[in-house]
């Protein structure tokens, strides 16, 4: 199902343009938190939204905490990252 927002005056936080290898000697330890996703429309782009949420741990609880949105072509990208990433999924 497809859903469509007015985004036209919510924040915009991150538009993946590109996807980069990087290399990392230290990895900081995640906390569990749900990850919503919708598909949305913003200035006549889709785009494949996720969002994480706020920790109970946090003073403001609830609120979207990181949001990145994916174009048609860093959709693949990512596709392409995961299978690599997860062979066989």
Do not use: N, W
């Amino acid at each position: 199902m497809r859903c469509r927002r007015d985004l036209a005056y919510a924040p915009v936080m991150a538009i993946v343009t590109r996807f980069r290898k990087v290399v990392k000697d230290r990895v900081g330890r995640a906390k569990p938190t749900e990850c919503g996703h919708t598909v949305v429309e913003l200035d006549g782009v889709t785009y494949f939204l996720l969002e994480s949420y706020g920790s109970p741990d946090r003073v403001k609880t609830g609120g979207t905490s990181q949001s990145l949105h994916f174009d048609r072509e860093q959709a693949a990208e990512l596709k392409r990252l995961l299978e690599q990433a997860f062979p066989g999924i």
